[in-house]
C-alpha cells in the first residue's frame, strides 16, 4: 500500500463481531495449546487504580510471535474492556477483516501518515476500551528485549487531555512437559501518566523499563515451571497420555486423583 493511502478509520467493533471473534480465537487456542495461562502482578498498582473500564488505558506489549495479538484481545475481553489495537496500515490493507474487530490503521514507514494516525487513534482511547500498542514496530525475535522503541504511545498518552493508566504485558510460549506448546500472559503493574508530566523520551525510558520488568518477572516464572498463580485464560488439548489416564480412571483401571498435568 503506497504511504499515502488511508485505510478508512473502523468503528469500534460490534457485540456480535466481538463475540464470533472471540469465540474463533478460542477455538484456534484450543486447538494449537495445552493451555493459555494470564495473570496480574501482585501488589500496588500505584495511582492508577486497578485495571477497569474507568480510566483511558494503553496496553503496551512485547512483540514475538503471531499469536500475540489473538491473545492480547482474548486478555482484553477478560478483563471486560473493549479491544482496539494499533496495527501496521500495510498488512491491515491484506487482511481487512481485522477493521471489524479492533484493528487501526498506522502508517508506520510515512512520518507524516504515522502522525495523522496517531492523532486519529486518539477517538479509540476512551473509558471503557483498551488500546494495545507493539512500540517495538513489529515482530522481533523472543530474545530481543524492547529498546529503542517508537514514541507513539508517548505522543497518544502525553497528549490526552486528561491521566492515563499505561499497562506493561509480557508474552511467552513454551513446552513445560506437555506434548503441544503453552502460551502465557502476564499483565503488569500499570500507572498513570499525568499529561504534560515529562516528555517523550523520558516516558518512552519508563514505558522500556517496566516491560523488561514484566518479561524478566514472566521469564523467570516460565523457567522455573510455576504455573500456580496463572489463570486459565483458555483450557486447550490434553496431552496423549493424559487423555489415555483419564480414560483409565473413568473405567476404573487408575486410582486416586486424576492429575491433568504431566510432572
Known amino acids: 500500500m503506497p504511504a499515502g493511502d488511508r485505510l478508512p478509520y473502523p468503528r469500534p467493533p460490534t457485540a456480535a463481531a466481538a463475540w464470533a471473534f472471540e469465540r474463533y480465537l478460542r477455538g484456534q487456542a484450543r486447538r494449537y495449546?495445552?493451555?493459555?495461562?494470564?495473570?496480574?502482578?501482585?501488589?500496588?498498582?500505584?495511582?492508577?487504580?486497578?485495571?477497569?473500564?474507568?480510566?483511558?488505558?494503553?496496553?503496551?506489549?512485547?512483540?514475538?510471535?503471531?499469536?500475540?495479538?489473538?491473545?492480547?484481545?482474548?486478555?482484553?475481553?477478560?478483563?471486560?474492556?473493549?479491544?482496539q489495537i494499533l496495527?501496521?496500515?500495510?498488512?491491515?490493507a491484506r487482511?481487512?477483516?481485522?477493521?471489524?474487530?479492533?484493528?487501526?490503521?498506522?502508517?508506520?514507514?510515512?512520518?507524516?501518515?504515522a502522525y495523522e494516525d496517531l492523532e486519529a487513534a486518539r477517538r479509540y482511547l476512551v473509558p471503557g476500551a483498551a488500546?494495545?500498542?507493539?512500540?517495538?514496530?513489529?515482530?522481533?525475535?523472543?530474545?530481543?528485549?524492547?529498546?529503542?522503541?517508537?514514541?507513539?504511545?508517548a505522543h497518544l498518552a502525553l497528549g490526552a487531555g486528561e491521566p492515563v493508566r499505561i499497562?506493561?504485558?509480557?508474552?511467552?510460549?513454551?513446552?513445560?512437559g506437555e506434548q503441544i506448546p503453552e502460551a502465557f500472559v502476564l499483565v503488569g503493574r500499570p500507572w498513570a501518566v499525568v499529561p504534560g508530566a515529562g516528555g517523550k523520551k523520558?516516558?518512552?525510558?519508563?514505558?522500556?523499563l517496566r516491560m523488561n520488568g514484566t518479561i524478566d518477572t514472566l521469564d523467570a516464572r516460565v523457567a522455573a515451571e510455576r504455573v500456580d498463580g496463572f489463570e486459565p485464560l483458555v483450557r486447550g488439548r490434553m496431552s496423549v497420555n493424559k487423555r489415555m489416564d483419564r480414560f483409565r480412571h473413568a473405567v476404573g483401571l487408575l486410582e486416586g486423583p486424576f492429575e491433568p498435568r504431566n510432572g
Open 202 to 208: 523520558e516516558l518512552m525510558t519508563e514505558i522500556e
Open 33 to 83: 495449546f495445552a493451555a493459555v495461562h494470564w495473570a496480574g502482578e501482585a501488589g500496588p498498582v500505584d495511582e492508577a487504580g486497578p485495571v477497569d473500564g474507568s480510566v483511558r488505558t494503553i496496553f503496551v506489549a512485547n512483540h514475538s510471535n503471531w499469536w500475540d495479538g489473538f491473545l492480547a484481545y482474548l486478555t482484553t475481553r477478560a478483563l471486560g474492556l473493549r479491544f
Open 167 to 176: 499497562c506493561p504485558v509480557a508474552f511467552r510460549y513454551g513446552f513445560l
Open 131 to 153: 488500546l494495545w500498542i507493539f512500540p517495538q514496530g513489529g515482530r522481533r525475535p523472543a530474545a530481543e528485549r524492547p529498546h529503542a522503541c517508537e514514541r507513539g504511545v
Open 87 to 92: 496495527m501496521d496500515a500495510r498488512h491491515l
Open 95 to 113: 487482511y481487512r477483516a481485522f477493521l471489524h474487530v479492533g484493528a487501526v490503521p498506522l502508517r508506520r514507514h510515512s512520518p507524516r501518515g
